[in-house]
């Protein structure tokens, strides 16, 4: 057994020491465990969560910080058959829905679908109203807000690792 001299004139043994490490590594080992288990089913009730608020926030009149831009969007992709308060609600009930599939964990798949569709109108401003969005001082606040949805967009994708994993079909 191999022994080194530390400070002070103390003595620690090879052993010793692995045996700190072996306790650190079974420590690490149930935490790591507990997250694996824990951590894909936290995100989507979380994100589910994020979508319920923000979407119910579209039924209230002046709730959403982004009512107008809501509006224009959906005319910009609708070619203008959409917009106003249609397209407040068309969204509110796209995100609540989409927010309820997530919480609840029944029809995850199909809350991916519409999840997938929200993404392209959570996106499209960054492309019709880029002028608006970004000024010679940087991104305006709008723009941030929209941008920030890119960690929305990676946890999803967890999200849709786990619930694709089991093969379409009859139980």
């Given at each position: 057994?191999s022994?080194t001299?530390?400070?002070?004139g103390?003595?620690?043994?090879?052993?010793?020491?692995?045996?700190?490490l072996?306790?650190?590594?079974?420590?690490?080992?149930?935490?790591?465990?507990?997250?694996?288990?824990?951590?894909?089913?936290?995100?989507?009730?979380?994100?589910?969560?994020?979508f319920?608020?923000?979407?119910a926030?579209?039924?209230l009149?002046?709730?959403?910080?982004?009512?107008?831009?809501?509006?224009?969007?959906?005319?910009?992709?609708?070619?203008?058959?959409?917009?106003?308060?249609?397209?407040l609600i068309?969204?509110?009930?796209?995100?609540?829905?989409?927010?309820?599939?997530?919480?609840?964990?029944?029809f995850?798949?199909i809350?991916?679908?519409?999840?997938?569709?929200?993404f392209?109108?959570?996106?499209?401003?960054?492309?019709?109203?880029?002028?608006?969005?970004?000024?010679?001082?940087?991104?305006?606040?709008t723009?941030?807000?929209?941008?920030?949805d890119?960690?929305?967009?990676?946890?999803?994708?967890?999200?849709g690792?786990?619930?694709?994993?089991?093969?379409?079909?009859?139980?």
């Amino acid at each position: 057994m191999s022994t080194t001299t530390m400070g002070g004139g103390r003595v620690s043994t090879a052993a010793g020491l692995d045996a700190v490490l072996d306790q650190a590594n079974a420590a690490q080992a149930v935490v790591q465990r507990f997250l694996a288990r824990t951590g894909q089913p936290a995100l989507r009730i979380a994100l589910g969560l994020v979508f319920v608020v923000f979407g119910a926030l579209k039924f209230l009149p002046g709730a959403s910080p982004v009512e107008g831009l809501v509006g224009r969007t959906w005319s910009a992709l609708s070619f203008g058959m959409i917009d106003g308060s249609a397209a407040l609600i068309i969204t509110a009930c796209l995100e609540v829905f989409v927010g309820l599939t997530f919480v609840t964990g029944v029809f995850v798949r199909i809350g991916l679908l519409a999840l997938a569709a929200t993404f392209v109108g959570i996106f499209s401003p960054l492309v019709f109203f880029t002028g608006d969005l970004f000024t010679s001082a940087g991104p305006t606040l709008t723009a941030q807000y929209i941008l920030k949805d890119v960690v929305l967009v990676a946890a999803a994708m967890v999200v849709g690792a786990v619930a694709l994993k089991r093969p379409i079909g009859r139980r």
